[in-house]
């Protein structure tokens, strides 16, 4: 029988998409044509091919990806992403909307982001050692702690992480704590840093909440991916009395009206199940999950999964980005119109960056702080990101992802223009 490719996640362009977003706001924010000519494109994309042995002696070429887009506020950030779908542009896009989301943050750097497109799931942990190391030692003179700093993302972990760090500290000779974030803590990881992405997610519910004068308790959640963002934002939001009605991962999801265990699926799925095994609740899709009855809808797995055909079925009023690009600049347009307020990716989860960027300092400092100091900070960031943000879309009337959009492109335009074209 012939091998079918799986079909990608990837309905449209992602790279197109970043770029039809940044039109919108240079527009709406009255940008230079000339800024957007260079912040359109992506300052440096690699493609290498990474032999692997695999356990049964044969070879795969897998191919990786690690693109820069802008450098201007510093070294580039981003994760690495492992996945069959991984191409180019996704990882270009990626790289972009890192570069908007360091910038909301306040922080000095530009974005990044890497891929590998494979199955993580089909590999044995001594394949995937294999590869990362070979991926590493093609793209070592692209990384580095003043240049180009990577992290987790989709399919990889702080094992990952682990694996590069040392490829590339055994190459210097020494070793190099501030070249990726995400580590273990055994090896130069920050306090904080894993569940870091959904506690920054969760400050920013909380804040929205707080604006809207509603409270966390009893709020209905549907969260879709139960990874490193889904599971912690699930488990946070439960914890603070709002009843998650939904949850999911790759093998589909389970809903429960009166609210699903989420500790019981939490430790399910770390010790290695999927959630489709899991009791206690309706089995739905991952389609069916999006336009589930729920107040608030964080969509925490892969791109794309609200565009314009399924927008108008969204019950939920309120929407935290989780994932990167979840929802279409299409899908965006019906779900404003239908009065959705929408936390954008941007601000929603860029609460991992924050505890990467302070991992990264740590690092370099060779001082490392107490997790209550590391979520005191975060929370700090996020919420003035939260507030110039909402203060933006109030002012000026546009959507909060536009507000969000709007400032970080302005400081990146900014740091541009300050410091001229070279030559
Ligand atoms: P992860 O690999 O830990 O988890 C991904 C989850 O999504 C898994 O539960 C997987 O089963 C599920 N999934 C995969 N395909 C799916 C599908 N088609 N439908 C539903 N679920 C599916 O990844 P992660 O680190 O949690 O990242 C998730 C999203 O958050 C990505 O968009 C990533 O770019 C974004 N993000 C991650 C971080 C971070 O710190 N890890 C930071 C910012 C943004």
């Known amino acids: 029988m012939a091998a079918t490719a799986p079909e990608s996640h990837l309905r449209e362009n992602p790279f197109s998409l970043a770029q039809q977003q940044l039109h919108k706001v240079a527009e709406t924010f009255g940008i230079d044509e000339r800024l957007v000519n260079v912040l359109q494109e992506c300052k440096k994309a690699v493609e290498v091919s990474i032999p692997t042995s695999l356990d ?20 580039s950030k981003g994760g690495i992403r492992y996945h069959p779908d991984v191409t180019l542009d996704e990882v270009k896009a990626l790289a972009m909307w890192m570069t908007w989301k360091c910038s909301l943050m306040g922080l000095p750097f530009g974005g990044a982001k890497g891929g590998v497109s494979c199955d993580p799931k089909k590999m044995s942990r001594g394949e995937l050692e294999r590869m990362t190391r070979r991926f590493t030692s093609e793209i070592i003179n692209e990384i580095g702690p003043e240049k180009d700093i990577p992290a987790p993302d989709v399919g990889t972990n702080a094992s990952t992480m682990a694996w590069i760090f040392d490829t590339y500290s055994m190459n210097k000779g020494h070793s190099v704590l501030g070249v990726v974030t995400g580590k273990p803590l055994t090896i130069g990881g920050s306090l904080g840093r894993e569940e870091a992405t959904a506690r920054g997610g969760l400050f920013c519910l909380e804040s929205a909440l707080e604006k809207q004068g509603r409270s966390m308790e009893g709020l209905t959640v549907a969260v879709q991916g139960f990874g490193n963002v889904g599971s912690f934002f699930a488990k946070f939001v439960a914890e603070l009395g709002a009843k998650v009605v939904a949850i999911s991962d790759s093998t589909g999801g389970i809903f429960n009206a009166n609210g699903v265990d989420v500790a019981a699926a939490f430790v399910h799925k770390r010790s290695g199940g999927s959630l489709s095994e899991l009791k206690g609740g309706d089995h739905i899709t991952n389609e069916e999950l999006v336009t ?11 791109e794309q999964v609200v565009t314009e055909e399924n927008a108008s079925d969204v019950k939920a009023k309120v929407i935290v980005e989780g994932a990167n690009g979840p ?3 299409a ?3 019906v779900l404003e119109s239908n009065g959705v307020l929408i936390l954008p990716d941007v601000l929603a989860n860029a609460g991992g ?20 100091e590391v979520n005191a900070r975060l929370n700090e960031i996020v919420r003035r990101a939260f507030d110039e943000t909402w203060a933006t879309y109030t002012d000026r009337k546009v959507s909060m992802r536009m507000a969000a959009y709007g400032l970080a492109v302005q400081r990146v335009a900014e740091a541009t223009v300050t410091r001229g074209l070279y030559p």
């Open 353 to 372: 960056v924050v505890v990467s960027y302070f991992e990264w300092v740590q690092g370099l400092q060779e001082y490392f702080w107490k997790e209550d």
């Open 292 to 302: 589930i009855d729920c107040e608030v809808f964080a969509p925490c797995a892969l």
């Open 327 to 329: 929802l279409t600049p």
């Open 331 to 333: 899908a965006d347009d």
């Open 56 to 75: 049964d002696g044969s070879v795969r070429a897998f191919r990786g990806y690690r693109v820069t887009h802008n450098v201007s506020r510093g070294p």
